[in-house]
């Protein structure tokens, strides 16, 4: 199974926690089989998205800017299951994982479908895959977390993912993650 | 009354979503205000354009925050914008009075190239969430599915497919200008479906078909370099 991990941390202090979580969890999946590709985005250079459709007008299923983004591009064109972990940002995603996420137009078809009664741009990659995405908050906040739910049911739709499970970890060791995180690997596992 | 258009499209200037802020913003200079505009590309270029944009979203009574949905959400760079007038006005408390029916005041305008309106809800939740952490009052989202209807063109120039959206923009200033919210009535209307939805579809996927065969892509359509 590919497992391709995305660590939207930021690099300073405020990206500790994410940090453990993606190592703890390549770790985990790791230890049970899964080829592994891990990124930390904010270490690299991703330029943002142009929004030029050359992807899909041009050379269809590449992008036009040449950087760090071409091997997370490739990783997720393979991965079965993708693990999303960024700060919650006013609700949403950290930009380092949003600068990633908005690259992944060449992975996509430029024409529309229905999927579940809205329109979506169907896969170019037509692989069964599941997400999973981890939110960590430096205090709580029910709105801020409402808000990330629902932009991962989004986000979810969009992919067309078999199987989406959001969770938000409190800055800090994150306990009692890994075994949710583990009953979400093990359905995946069986589902192949 | 200071306003504050910030763009936060990629495309700046030649957007879709600079064309429906200006349209809110030149409705609220007809009313008195007095308008800046910023494309976030144009402030993240520099240390200068950086200070700038913060500044102008500290002076503003109203700061229109236009914006294409990217990947259920924000394009990035926003995100680094709202990030940097956040911490500014975090740094600078008396820039950020308590929400309050007097503060300054945010609206977000959000637009795809998706047919369902709905499908711009997250966005303009992000933004109100960024309105609470950073001391705005959130003056509400004006969001519009099937935005490539409009080819960044200027509403006026869109002809009766605009209608709603030209009244959503005359109330939602109105209101504005008068210190007031943008109205349920304004969202409302802005959230109309600009054409049919098969119409839309025919027009996008035809559109694209052209694009292709013009750049010579046409057999490449299905291309999957990663397979």
Redesign the interface.
Known sequence: MNTLILDGSPRDARGASGRAIASALADEARSRGHAVAAFSLDERTIK????C?AC???????CAIEDDQAPV??AM??ADMQVWITPL???????AL??S??R?LPNI????EMRRG???HPP??TRRRRLLVLGTAARPDA??EA?FH??VE??AL?LDSVGTLSIVVPDGPGDGLMGRVSEFFRAAEEDR | MNALLIIG???GRSSVSCALGRALTGRLAALGAVVEEITVAEALRSPEGRERLVRAADGADVVALSL?L????????L??A??LI?AGRRERPAAAPAPGPTGPRIVAIVQCG???TH?N??AA???R??A??AGFVWAGGLIMGAGGALAGRSLDKAGGMARNAVRALDLAAASLAAGGLVPDKAVSLMGKPLMP?WLY?LA??WG?KN??K??G?RG????????
């Not at chain 1, 078809?109 to 529309?112: G, Q």
């Not at chain 2, 990217?70 to 760079?77: G, R, S």
């Open positions: 943002p998205c142009l929004g459709f899909w007008v041009k050379h269809p299923g590449a591009l490739e064109a393979r940002t006013f609700g949403g995603y950290s930009q949003k600068k996420l908005d992944c078809l430029p024409f529309f809205e329109v979506h170019r990659y709105e801020a808000v629902r932009v989004r986000n969009n | 499209s990629p495309k294409p990217y990947v259920d959400q924000l394009p990035a760079p995100i680094e709202l990030e956040a998706f047919w369902e499908q809800r997250p939740e992000i933004v969430q960024f609470r952490e939805r579809h996008a996927n694209f694009l292709i013009k750049n892509a490449r359509t299905y291309d999957r370099p990663f397979a």
